[in-house]
């Protein structure tokens, strides 16, 4: 909830005019409490997570040798049921999981200081601060998940995410419920450590989830706007890790190359990915 009662003490109080983002931001958010805010992370999650992996789901059911030269297993087909099932179970977790670990959270969002008041954020604020929240996950959730790879954390708890050994992108969050939790925590580290406005919490988030989403889908496509990143994994890296299965001491990190890079988790990887790149070849010989 805002303290101001109108645009205008908002105004007298900033000192200055509102931009039009931010009196957006008053018109929506002024009369709305902080927790009735923060929930909206839950649905944005959930509006996301059900939206985004359409169009791979929509690829897939196209299937054709034009569509399979992206496809980095060619070999496996999913059908309309194999995905519906899959974003039904990962519903289930979000109702019982996702849901209440998001808003049972909210006193620490309150603690550390995410704010929902005005001024607004700048582009650049947002920028630095969501890519400062991508390298510190990356690499909490590279060791987090190195750990789920020990006997005791694969069999007990990591194994249900590696069903997958081809993922699509309904997949990403399909996990046991503890993955869940401890992996959110790598995702809420930034914001714990560098606090935010509401606003780019939000955007955190749905970043996030969307990476995950592309980095699961199981295509390439060379066209993907990642592709300019520096550094940026994608699914062929995670696809890698999924192929690979349980014994998989490679490609660990959920966004990033470099961990891996630098700790050498990614040598069997590098030289399977040419393996990978002449098999490629091959079906597009064939198909031509
Ligand atoms: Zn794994
Ligand atoms: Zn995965």
């Known amino acids: 909830m805002l303290p101001y009662n109108s645009v205008q003490d908002a105004e007298i109080s900033l000192g200055r005019n509102l931009t039009y983002g931010e009196t957006l931001w008053f018109q929506y958010s002024a009369q709305k409490s902080d927790y009735i805010l ?14 985004f992996p359409i169009p791979f789901v929509l690829v897939e059911l196209l299937r054709s040798p034009k569509i399979d030269k992206f496809k980095i297993q060619p070999k496996l087909k999913n059908s309309f049921s194999d995905m519906m099932q899959c974003y039904k ?6 109702v019982y999981a996702v849901g209440p670990l998001q808003l049972l959270s909210y006193p620490i969002i309150e603690w550390v200081g995410i704010r929902t008041s005005l001024p607004l954020p700048s582009g650049a604020e947002m920028f630095w601060q969501i ?7 990356d690499y909490a959730n590279y060791w987090l998940h190195r750990v789920m790879h020990s006997k005791w954390g694969y069999e007990n708890i990591h194994k249900v995410h590696h069903e997958y050994t081809a993922p699509i992108g309904f997949a990403a969050p399909y996990a046991h419920w503890a993955e869940i939790i401890i992996l959110g925590f790598a ?3 930034g914001p714990l450590l ?7 919490f939000w955007l955190w ?9 592309e980095t699961h889908c199981g295509y390439e496509f060379p066209w993907s ?7 940026y994994g994608g699914a062929v890296h995670h696809d890698y ?12 990190a959920s966004v990033f190359t470099y961990c891996d890079y630098i700790y050498g988790t990614d040598k069997g990887y590098r030289y399977q990915k040419d393996v990978f790149e002449k098999m490629k070849n091959q079906n597009e010989m064939k198909f031509e």
């Open 205 to 213: 988030f749905i970043i996030r989830q969307l990476e995950a989403i």
């Open 89 to 94: 179970k990962v519903m289930f977790t979000f």
């Open 241 to 252: 890790h999924h192929y690979v299965g349980g014994k998989s001491q490679s490609n660990f």
């Open 187 to 189: 995702s809420f580290l």
């Open 38 to 51: 923060y929930c909206h992370n839950t649905l944005f999650l959930f509006i996301f997570y059900t939206l």
């Open 131 to 137: 890519l400062v929240y991508f390298l510190i996950e």
């Open 225 to 231: 706007p990642s592709k300019i990143i520096p550094f």
């Open 194 to 200: 560098v606090p935010c406005h509401m606003f780019t």
